[in-house]
C-alpha cells in the first residue's frame, strides 16, 4: 500500500507556508490553541521560563545606579543561545546598564521554516522574553521593519563569506557550490538578519554589541554589522571548560586572537604550582581521562609507550618520523585560517604527494578522532582518494582506531600542524612543529610558520637533514608549556553559566550569589569586560583588576 505520509506533510506544509503570509493566521492561533498550555517545538524556553522569576526578583530589590551605564544590545538566535543570552542579559542590567535582547526565534540553522511556524515560535518567545521587562528589553528581529533598502556593497560582501562559512560548517566541506540548499538558505536568512540588525541598530545607537561567536550564522551578521558602523562589539564563546569564556573586543572570539595576552606574560615564567598545574592536564590527556573542570575525553584509549605504538605501526628507528595532525573539517576553529594554502584539504594532499617520493622518511598521519561524531567528508576519503595504495613509509590513522596521540608525539622528529593543539603539544615534547594554518599559537616562539609553499617544502627537507639538529631547546620547551598554560588558564575567564550546562550552572550561581561579595571578586569583571570595558592582561597578570 502507497504511503501517504509524505504526501500529507507536504499538503500540511503548503497549508501553513499560505497561512504564514496571511495576516493574524498565528496570533489567532496562538491566542486560541497555544497561550497558557505550553509550546511542543524543538524551540523550548521552558527552563529559562522557570527561572524568570528569580531572575526579575533580584533585579527588582536590588536597583543599581550606574553613572557610566552603557545602551547594550546583546544577540541571540536558536533557543539554547537565547537563554543563555538571557542570562548575560540580565547580569549586564544587575550592573546598571540598558540592556536590549534582541534575537531570532529560530530551533535550526540548516533548514527553512514556514513562516506560520516561524511567527508562532516567536509569540511564543515574546510571551516568555517580556516577562525581562522592564529590566532587559527584549525584542524579535523578526518584528523589526528594515525597509526594502539594499545592503551596501561591502556588507552584502561580509553576508556571502558568513554564508559560506555556514556552508563549510554544516556539510564539513572546504568548496562551497552556491547551488547548493544550505548556501541559499543561509543567504537569504543572513541577509534579512543584516537587513534588520542595520536598521535597529542605527535607529537605537547601541553603545556595544555583545554577540557569541561571531564568526557564523546569525551571531556573525550582527557582528560584522556592528562592525560595519563602527559600533564596538565583544564575542564570546566556550570551550570544555565548565564556568570559563573566551572573550574578544573588537574581533572574532573563534579566532582566539592571544597576541595581548601573550605580550603580557611572556616574560613571567610559570610558577611551581602554576608548571604543575599544566603537566597535570596535560598527563591526563595522555592517559585519556577527564581533569577537573574539563569536559572533554581527548583521546579513545591511554598511552601504551612509544615501543609499542613504533611496533604497532611497523615504525623502524633508521628513518625520521613526520607526524601529520589533521583537524575536522569546517570546523569553526579552521574556517578563514589559509595562509598560502587554498585549503586544509589541498594541503594535506600536496603534502601527501611530497611524501610519496620520500622514502627515507616515514609519515604518520593521524586523522582526527572528533571526525567519528561528524557527518561530512572524511581526511580519510581525501587520502585514500589520492593514494589508493599507501606505499610502506606512509601510515594513516583513522578516527576510530585506538593509538593514542601522544604515543605519536613520543616517536615524531617533525610534526606538521594545520590549527590543532596537537602542534602546540608536540613543542612542548621538544618536537619541531610546522604550523600551517592561522592557529593561535602561530609565531609565539616556539613554532615554524613558513608562509609560501617554497618555504614550507624547504623547511620539511632542511628538518629530514637534521632531525636532531632542529630539536627544541629547552628555553623554546619551557615557552610553549608556559604559553599552553596561558591558553588554558588565563585566556578564558570566569564566568557563572557554560552554554552546556547553563541551568545546572545557574542552580548554583543565580543571581544573589554572582553579585554576592564573593562573587563579584569571582565573576563582576567577565561581565565588565563583555560590556566594553578594555580587557587588560597587564592588570590580569598584575592582580591588579579593578
Not at 525581562?132 to 523589526?144: D, G
Not at 598511552?303 to 605504538?309: L, P
Not at 628538518?463 to 629547552?474: F, W
Request: aromatic share 12%; hydrophobic share 40%; charged share 25%.
Amino acid at each position: 500500500m502507497e504511503n501517504k505520509e509524505p504526501s500529507q506533510r507536504k499538503i500540511k506544509e503548503l497549508i501553513k507556508n499560505i497561512l504564514g503570509e496571511v495576516p493574524l493566521t498565528a496570533e489567532l492561533y496562538w491566542l486560541v490553541r497555544s497561550r497558557g498550555k505550553g509550546f511542543h517545538s524543538r524551540f523550548s524556553l521552558e527552563n529559562l521560563d522557570k527561572n524568570i522569576p528569580t531572575i526579575t526578583e533580584y533585579l527588582k530589590e536590588h536597583p543599581v545606579e550606574n553613572p557610566e551605564k552603557k545602551k547594550i544590545l546583546v544577540f541571540a538566535t536558536l533557543h539554547f543561545w537565547i537563554s543563555h543570552a538571557s542570562l548575560i542579559s540580565s547580569a549586564l542590567a544587575a550592573l546598571g546598564h540598558e540592556v536590549y535582547l534582541g534575537y531570532l526565534p529560530y530551533h535550526d540553522w540548516r533548514i527553512s521554516m514556514n513562516r506560520f511556524d516561524l511567527r508562532r515560535q516567536n509569540l511564543y518567545a515574546q510571551n516568555i522574553l517580556k516577562k525581562l521587562n522592564p529590566y532587559v528589553k527584549a525584542f524579535s528581529f523578526l518584528n523589526v521593519y528594515a525597509g526594502y533598502k539594499m545592503l551596501p556593497p561591502e556588507l552584502m560582501q561580509r553576508i556571502e563569506q558568513i554564508s559560506r562559512f555556514d556552508t563549510m560548517y554544516t556539510l564539513q566541506v572546504e568548496d562551497v557550490d552556491t547551488d547548493e540548499s544550505i548556501y541559499k538558505i543561509r543567504m537569504e536568512r543572513n541577509s534579512s538578519t543584516a537587513r534588520s540588525a542595520l536598521a535597529w541598530m542605527t535607529s537605537n545607537k547601541p553603545d556595544v554589541v555583545v554577540v557569541p561567536n561571531g564568526t557564523i550564522q546569525e551571531f556573525a551578521v550582527v557582528y560584522e554589522v556592528a562592525r560595519f558602523l563602527n559600533i564596538p562589539v565583544v564575542s564570546y564563546e566556550f570551550g570544555d571548560q565548565r564556568q570559563r569564556a573566551w572573550i574578544a573586543q573588537n574581533a572574532k572570539v573563534m579566532n582566539q586572537d592571544t597576541t595581548a595576552l601573550w605580550e603580557a606574560y611572556r616574560e613571567k615564567p610559570l610558577d611551581r604550582g602554576e608548571l604543575r598545574k599544566i603537566q597535570e592536564l596535560f598527563e591526563s590527556r595522555r592517559k585519556a581521562s577527564i581533569w577537573k573542570n574539563f569536559s572533554r575525553l581527548w583521546q579513545r584509549a591511554p598511552a601504551k609507550g612509544v615501543a609499542q605504538a613504533r611496533k604497532e605501526l611497523g615504525l623502524d628507528d633508521s628513518r625520521p618520523v613526520v607526524l601529520l595532525a589533521t583537524n575536522v573539517l569546517g570546523d569553526s576553529l579552521t574556517l578563514g585560517r589559509e595562509v598560502f594554502s587554498h585549503t586544509m584539504e589541498e594541503w594535506i594532499v600536496r603534502t601527501l604527494q611530497y611524501f610519496v617520493g620520500k622514502p627515507n622518511a616515514q609519515l604518520v598521519i593521524r586523522v582526527h578522532p572528533g571526525e567519528m561524531l561528524t557527518h561530512g567528508q572524511s581526511m580519510v576519503d581525501v587520502i585514500e582518494h589520492v593514494l589508493p595504495d599507501l606505499p610502506e613509509h606512509i601510515h594513516l590513522i583513522k578516527p576510530e582506531d585506538p593509538t593514542n596521540t601522544y604515543d605519536l608525539i613520543a616517536a615524531a622528529d617533525l610534526g606538521l600542524v594545520y590549527t590543532t593543539t596537537v602542534g602546540m603539544e608536540m613543542a612542548m615534547s621538544g618536537v619541531p612543529v610546522i604550523v600551517v594554518g592561522n592557529t593561535h599559537y602561530k609565531e609565539k616562539g616556539f613554532t615554524k610558520d613558513p608562509q609560501s609553499w617554497v618555504k614550507y617544502y624547504k623547511l620539511i627537507g632542511s628538518i629530514l637533514q637534521d632531525p636532531s639538529g632542529y630539536r627544541l631547546s629547552d628555553e623554546e620547551i619551557e615557552l610553549a608549556w608556559a604559553y599552553a598554560y596561558r591558553f588554558f588558564f588565563d585566556f578564558p575567564r570566569p564566568i557563572p553559566w557554560h552554554l552546556v550546562s547553563m541551568w545546572e550552572d545557574y542552580e548554583q550561581n543565580p543571581l544573589s550569589r554572582v553579585f554576592s561579595d564573593e562573587g563579584r571578586r569571582e565573576f563582576e569583571m567577565t561581565f565588565r569586560y563583555l560590556a566594553g570595558e578594555p580587557l587588560d592582561w597587564c592588570a590580569i597578570r598584575d592582580g591588579k583588576e579593578k
